[in-house]
């Protein structure tokens, strides 16, 4: 199967600060009660963004000078909880198209791997100079480069890390591993046919 | 003399069909387990790409996260829910999948029926779209959560593509306290090590604690390993395990049950193995322990003080005041006495037979403080029938309980069961994330379900060992 090649991923940026940022937080369980993943990015971070009575919060999404932006940044340890693919799903839906935070959560970080979207790891002095610019001026362009592993903006330059096995995978387009997978079925039936219990 | 080898390497090892271009491993996943939320799409991908389920007998499903725990006759009250269950149910029949549906008995959280029906062996490997699925690394199992898109990936071929992680071994060496649970140690290491303190591990959980703890036990603490970041947690095999497995449905009979066990003794990790980390916690450390904040690392003995912005080290200063903030506890003040609304015993942290038979123990007597609603929820149809036949559903009602059909109820809030408004929950659970419980503004404090029902009874948070009378075992 032939995907896209995600050597680089360019765009608007938008903060949403703090550490140990969850699922839940991103995609609230009540939105999963669907079928597919359609829609779903109307109901990103909805219970911070929306007040009891429906009306907007202060949230960085809700601000006007934000709207467009396709690159997240944020702290530490972003997309712990739950391995709901609804949150990237979410994420990406709503625009989404790279994340930059000082750590990420693993199944969150494979799961948005696995949907092309590469997840920067950064220093949090270097996430906090691009959400400073990003401030000064909401329409300056970041860009990851996966390959390099470092990010651009207004005339700067930092280093990032994304582990080699998404980077791989980004760069050559095998980042939806289903293609390869399906490729060695004389492999699978192999190996099975040596553990008594996958017979049963 | 060649190095030993641990139970992840022997596990990865054995299910290892090959390394694909991008460095990973092509792993086969022995047994794949689903449920109605993160399946369908999977599904639907399957059927778009044209594919077929290539091992249908390796899959099982069940229904549990938003099934209703009062009325159970379909169609339910919510459209959505209905039409999930509908789903899995049309695509399990389409597949061969062989489905736990609630008309079989065996219906309940997935981390409570794999285990029960001994689909849940030693020596395998487990996905499952649930990160919860590290709860069936109590049996020597690599068992782990995995996303939609895998699911598919299972479906489609039984492997995913991952790479392997390290190995933390944690000892807990010495006797737990009395009034010290599984619950109270998982959360104790969680506070240790911190909510990403696993991240790129599995956790090997041994010592002395662990070989005495039961199948149950091993479940609660292996549940909540993802809480801590590890994606996998698993406990060695023994005499246990294979006492657990024993005679059950899916487990392997007659001479096939000799055989099996001295291969599942195998896969133990050998003495002279490499850990990437070692990491040793002494069992008379651990206190009761609850949470006080947003996440299941924001947890204090229950004799502690809620933590201060200016208590805690200067990196986490921002998020204990968010977590003060957001739950609307007094810094500086003893956790104990903070007034409660719910009381939740289950899920597939706490929601198994033991964890009903010692609340229960301790709740005869006692009635629910007035304005605190209780309920209890077994994790499964078969954990509810063993309860009932000990006659735990009544002990549980006269003491002022609602007790209900198996489901995730109020871990997650995808079915009625839900917080309203600001209410703060004692929950025998494994998140307190903010609005986890349902209600965007609802308040969760994490402990053992003897916790749980001290709370319930007093209405507020307190001492069971205090509240129940649990002496200290003399030592002789």
């Known amino acids: 199967m032939a995907l896209e090649k995600i050597t680089e991923v360019s765009g608007r940026g938008v903060s949403v600060p703090g550490d140990a940022i969850d699922t839940d937080r991103i995609i609230p369980a009540r939105f999963m009660k669907c079928v597919t993943f359609d829609g779903l990015g109307e109901y990103l971070f909805y219970d911070v963004r929306k007040n009891e009575d429906g009306t907007d919060t202060e949230h960085p999404l809700n601000d006007p000078r934000y709207s467009g932006a396709t690159i997240l940044l944020s702290g530490d340890n972003f997309g712990c909880g739950s391995s709901r693919e609804h949150a990237p799903q979410a994420l990406y839906r709503y625009g989404f198209r790279g994340i930059i935070a000082e750590s990420f959560a693993e199944i969150f970080f494979g799961n948005c791997t696995t949907l092309g979207i590469p997840c920067f790891s950064a ?34 330059t930092v ?27 004389k492999e699978v039936e192999v190996v099975s046919s040596r553990l008594p219990y996958f017979a049963a | 003399m060649s190095m030993g080898k641990s139970l992840f390497e022997k596990v990865w090892d054995a299910h290892a069909v090959r390394e694909l271009s991008n ?15 993160t399946s369908p799409q999977a599904f639907g991908m399957l059927r778009d790409l044209g594919l077929k ?153 041994g010592g002395d604690v662990f070989d005495r703890f039961s199948m149950e036990e091993r479940m609660t603490v292996c549940n909540m390993s993802i809480e801590g970041g590890a994606r996998a947690g698993y406990v060695n095999p023994d005499e246990t395990t294979f006492a657990y497995l024993k005679g059950r449905r899916y487990s392997p009979q007659g001479a096939e049950w000799d055989e099996a066990v001295e291969r599942w003794k195998g896969f133990a990790s050998d003495p002279d193995c490499r850990y990437d980390d070692v990491v040793n916690i002494k069992a008379e450390d651990i206190a009761p322990t609850v949470t006080w904040g947003i996440n299941p690392g924001q947890a204090i003995s229950i ?37 409660i609304d719910v009381a939740f015993i289950g899920s597939c942290t706490n929601g198994r037979l033991s964890d009903f038979v010692e609340a229960a123990e301790y709740l005869k007597g006692h009635r629910v403080a007035t304005g605190v609603k209780a309920i209890a929820v077994p994790g499964s149809q078969r954990v509810d029938v063993l309860c009932k036949e000990r006659g735990l559903d009544k002990i549980f009602e006269e003491a002022g309980f609602e007790w209900r059909e198996a489901g995730c109820s109020m871990c997650l809030a995808m079915n009625p069961d839900k ?33 749980v029902a001290a709370a319930a009874v007093t209405g507020k948070i307190s001492d069971a060992r205090k509240i129940f009378g649990v002496q200290e075992l003399v030592e002789v």
């Not at chain 2, 201060?308 to 609307?328: C, H, I, N, R």
């Open chain 1, 159 to 185: 280093k990032a890390f994304i582990r080699d096995t998404a980077l791989s995978g980004l760069v050559n387009g095998q980042w939806d591993a289903i293609g390869e997978l399906l490729e060695a079925k």
């Open chain 2, 53 to 205: 389920v290539a091992y249908p007998h390796r899959t099982f499903a069940t229904v549990d996260h938003i099934v209703p725990t009062d009325q159970r006759v379909q169609p339910f009250a919510d459209p959505l829910a209905d039409a999930m269950i509908r789903e899995l149910d049309k695509n399990c029949k389409e597949f061969g999948i062989t489905y736990f549906d609630i008309a079989s008995g065996d219906q309940g959280i997935v981390h409570v029926v794999g285990p029960e029906q001994g689909i849940t062996q030693p020596g395998t490997t487990i996905a499952c779209g649930d990160s919860h699925t590290s709860t069936h690394g109590a049996f020597g199992a690599i068992a782990f959560g995995i996303g939609t898109t895998q699911i598919r990936d299972v479906l489609a071929t039984q492997t995913i593509a991952l790479s392997p992680l390290k190995v933390r071994r944690i000892n807990v060496n010495g006797h737990l306290r009395p009034g010290v649970y599984a619950k109270d140690v998982i959360l104790h290491i969680i506070r240790q090590w911190g909510v990403n303190g696993g991240t790129g591990f599995a956790y090997e959980y």
């Open chain 1, 123 to 156: 220093s949090k002095e270097a996430i906090a100079r691009i959400v400073s610019a990003v401030e000064k001026d909401p329409a300056v362009e970041i860009t990851m480069d996966v390959s390099a592993q470092e990010i651009r903006f207004a005339g700067e």
């Open chain 2, 303 to 339: 004799e502690q003080k809620i933590p201060t912005p200016e208590s805690v080290p200067a990196e986490e200063k921002d998020v204990t005041e968010e977590a003060l903030a957001y739950m609307q506890l007094p810094g500086g003040e003893p956790i104990a006495g903070t007034p």
């Open chain 2, 23 to 37: 460095g990973q491993t092509q792993l086969l996943i022995g047994t794949h387990l689903i449920h109605e939320v």
């Open chain 2, 419 to 451: 917080l309203v408004g600001q209410q703060l929950c004692a929950s025998s659970s494994n998140r307190n994330f903010k609005g986890r419980q349902g209600s965007p503004t609802g308040r969760t404090i994490l402990m053992s379900p003897v916790m």
